[in-house]
């Protein structure tokens, strides 16, 4: 995405850029390590066409690198770009919200019971 094209609004710039739910799992992924392709595909559960859209995308967007080894055939690796790396106190929060959330969901329900 061009910086041209980006919101004015600040959470609508991270909404373009990792609001599809494939895209912030794959940030979460590989904030671990780098992966493989077939690695992440495994871990996710997606399609390879929906993972390598988000993927090419993301690289477009400077959030993820592709290397590709030029000693082993038909290796590459996807890690996260410096840029990519800044989205890590985003996700953790967003982990720690999601844990809240349904912990507060589960005592609701049992007050109605």
Known sequence: M?????SSNPI?????LVGAKWKILIIKNLLKSEMRF??????????????TSCLKEMEEDGLVIREVDEREFNKIEYYLSDIGYTLKPVIDSMQKWGKDYKRLRKLMEQYKQ
């Open 38 to 51: 077939c690695e992440l595909k495994k871990s996710l559960g997606c399609t390879a066409k929906v993972l």
């Open 2 to 6: 061009d910086y041209k094209d980006l």
């Open 12 to 16: 609508a710039v991270v909404l373009q």
